[in-house]
């Protein structure tokens, strides 16, 4: 789904590292390594939504502390969670943070919008046909995807 995503979109390209790792053995931190290799003068991010955010700084992730002292991230805002308190509540986050490790994105730019939020739509029935591109939600309701 993610190749009918972008494939219009010469902005995008896909890269298919992670699938080809053993599921027990890659992480963010690894994944971010390579591409940091791939493209060494290339300022790189990890686009998260906040609830991630909290759970790096809870040090649920594998390596959590070197994630953060190593890369820098955009988080999109997520109903419930103050960015700023979670990254000040957290030894990992805020010990690690110089003031541009963090690119916060708050509510008034953001939509609550996950891969978790349309997989429970679609299982109750719902249409989030304008969350996705056309093609992908073609292609979800054809093969009948995250149904009950």
């Known amino acids: 789904m993610v190749m009918m995503a ?63 002292s190593e890369f820098k991230f955009i988080v999109m805002a997520r109903n419930g969670i103050d960015m700023l308190s979670t990254i000040g509540k957290s030894g990992i986050l805020r010990n690690h943070d110089d003031g541009s490790t963090f690119h916060l994105i708050d509510k008034g730019l953001a939509m609550d919008i996950s891969s978790s939020y349309i997989r429970d739509e679609l299982r109750m029935g719902g249409e989030p046909r304008y969350l996705m591109p056309d093609k992908c939600y073609h292609y979800i309701k054809e093969h009948e995807l995250y149904k009950k």
């Open 6 to 68: 972008i494939e219009d979109n010469p902005k995008f390209t896909l890269h298919d590292y992670e699938m080809k790792q053993d599921a027990w053995k890659i992480d963010t931190y690894t994944t971010m390594k390579y591409f940091s290799a791939l493209h060494p003068h290339d300022e790189l991010f990890f686009i998260m939504g906040a609830d991630l955010l909290v759970d790096i700084g809870e040090g649920k992730w594998s390596n959590s502390e070197k994630l953060v």
